[in-house]
């Protein structure tokens, strides 16, 4: 099923209620400073994070399986005076001709990713993607037990928006729940027009708990370098609101066809 939020009008909105997590972009502009290897940014969308690392010179080439995400990326590069290479591909079958230095999944775009079946295959093709002394980078957010409390399917953080270059005025609120069987969060994105009218987009994402994506990365030949609880580089702990997992491959690659 595609996320309606990522395709067709939708994406015009995305760039002005979604900002990403707290610290991303700073982190890996820090983590990829002075950096010469090329960078695969997977789920790149429309480009809030590519943007930045083009333009501090860093080699990225922007993946996503939204093509009209990366229309938006491709229109906001041009004045920028960037022009990214894009990739419309699903993490899980892309055959790219080259093996990058460094693989990113950004902003939770790993929790697009509802089956075990899914991860691993997007895993494991990450992994053919790498060069053998390469990093994968992402993150997923830690899921926190008070905030799911709160996942009563009620509407909340109405959050008016001024389109830039229109004076339409959307206002954006949002619900949440939270099935614990197949650890998947339910949210609404509800977009109330001037003119009253209103569009419901849902949206799906997969939580994952530490030692779930820490088998995961095993099964799929990745060592775990580190694993942080913060854009601001702190250790993953109790509480910790992100989990950006810094890992590379290991000596044996798994074959697919053993890890179902
Ligand atoms: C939350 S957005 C992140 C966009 C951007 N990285 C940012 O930081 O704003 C997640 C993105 O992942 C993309 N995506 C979802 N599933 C994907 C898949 N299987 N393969 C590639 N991209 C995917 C979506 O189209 C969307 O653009």
């Given at each position: 099923m595609k996320e309606k939020i990522y395709h067709d009008k939708y994406v015009q909105y995305y760039d002005y209620f979604q900002q990403g997590v707290r610290g991303d972009v700073g982190f890996y502009l820090s983590h990829f400073k002075n950096f010469r290897g090329s960078v695969l940014e997977i789920g790149a969308g429309t480009g809030r994070i590519t943007t930045p690392l083009m333009k501090a010179g860093i080699n990225v080439t922007a993946l996503d399986s939204s093509a009209d995400m990366l229309a938006i990326l491709k229109k906001k590069a041009k004045p920028l005076g960037i022009s990214p290479r894009m990739i419309h591909a699903d993490m899980r079958t892309m055959r790219i001709a080259q093996k990058f230095d460094a693989v990113i999944v950004t902003f939770r775009a790993f929790q697009h990713l509802y089956t075990a079946r899914d991860q691993l295959a997007a895993l494991h093709s990450i992994r053919k993607h790498l060069k053998p002394r390469g990093v994968l980078i992402f993150d997923v957010y830690a899921p926190s037990i008070k905030y799911m409390a709160e996942g009563t399917w009620k509407w909340f953080g109405a959050d008016k928006k001024i389109l830039p270059g229109t004076k339409r005025k959307v206002v954006v609120d949002l619900r949440n729940r939270y099935d614990f069987g197949n650890q998947i969060m339910y949210q609404e994105y509800r977009f109330t027009y001037p003119n009253g009218k209103r569009d419901i987009l849902p949206l799906r994402m997969r939580f994952f708990f530490r030692f779930e994506v820490g088998h995961l990365l095993h099964r799929t030949g990745f060592s775990i370098i580190k694993l942080l609880g913060d854009f601001k580089g702190h250790p993953y702990?109790?509480?910790?609101p992100e989990m950006i997992w810094i890992c590379r491959p290991s000596i044996t690659m798994p074959k697919m066809s053993g890890l179902i």
């Open positions: 702990k109790h509480g910790s």
